[in-house]
T-cell receptor, first 116, second 113 residues
Framework: AQSVTQLGSHVSVSEGALVLLRCNYS??????LFWYVQYPNQGLQLLLK??????LVKGINGFEAEFKKSETSFHLTKPSAHMSDAAEYFC??????????????FGQGTRLTINP | SAVISQKPSRDICQRGTSLTIQCQVD?????MFWYRQQPGQSLTLIAT?????????ESGFVIDKFPISRPNLTFSTLTVSNMSPEDSSIYLC??????????FGPGTRLTVL
């Protein structure tokens, strides 16, 4: 079964600084990988996904992630943090579930705080 | 993308009672999923629901506790039965629209007293 590890349950950066959220997966074959964002009291919104095309994936709101097979990593970055980026971020990997469906296995989440 | 709505958005329930959560999608989908997000935790898949067949439950979740219905291609319900305070969570439904990604509903915030 697939698993995902997010390093750091809380990350705090200053406004305008680089955002780096770490994600490592366990898989013997290249999986599908996702980053979701959850704003307070809201559902999950897809930021970006990797599906075996380009290894550098660009998403919404200026975020991007790079798939590195050798490191089994899919870290999320944004060059300049904005106050509105404060949220919970989840890395997820696809896995085969019941009825032939591709289910999502989520990491523990990283709460991003932006300091003014 | 997909427009997904859930009802209720939140509820406070007494222990021992049951709550049925509805999930409505704006277009037909084959697979629907139900997740639980316990306070301060990540999301855990409860079950996968395909229209016309029984739901498939993940390890640690059973049909008697979380019965699911999937009467058509745009609708599903999840019932949380015989609730206890440990069931206090956010329950989210999601759909797979193809393209190897899932879209999530806004969630139902359940508090059990």
């Amino acid at each position: 079964a697939q698993s995902v590890t997010q390093l750091g349950s809380h990350v705090s950066v200053s406004e305008g600084a680089l955002v780096l959220l770490r994600c490592n997966y366990s898989s013997s074959v290249p999986p599908y990988l996702f980053w979701y964002v959850q704003y307070p009291n809201q559902g999950l919104q897809l930021l970006l996904k990797y599906t075996s095309a380009a290894t550098l994936v660009k998403g919404i709101n200026g975020f991007e992630a790079e798939f590195k097979k050798s490191e089994t990593s899919f870290h999320l970055t944004k060059p300049s943090a904005h106050m509105s980026d404060a949220a919970e971020y989840f890395c997820a990997v696809s896995d085969w579930g019941g009825q032939g469906a591709q289910k999502l296995v989520f990491g523990q989440g990283t709460r991003l705080t932006i300091n003014p | 993308s997909a427009v997904i709505s859930q009802k209720p958005s939140r509820d406070i329930c007494q222990r021992g009672t049951s709550l049925t959560i509805q999930c409505q999608v704006d277009s037909q989908v084959t697979m629907m999923f139900w997740y639980r997000q316990q306070p301060g935790q990540s999301l855990t898949l409860i079950a996968t629901a395909n229209q016309g067949s029984e739901a498939t439950y993940e390890s640690g979740f059973v049909i008697d506790k979380f019965p699911i219905s999937r009467p058509n291609l745009t609708f599903s319900t999840l019932t949380v039965s015989n609730m206890s305070p440990e069931d206090s969570s956010i329950y989210l439904c999601s759909v797979d629209r193809g393209g190897n990604e899932q879209f999530f509903g806004p969630g139902t915030r359940l508090t059990v007293l």
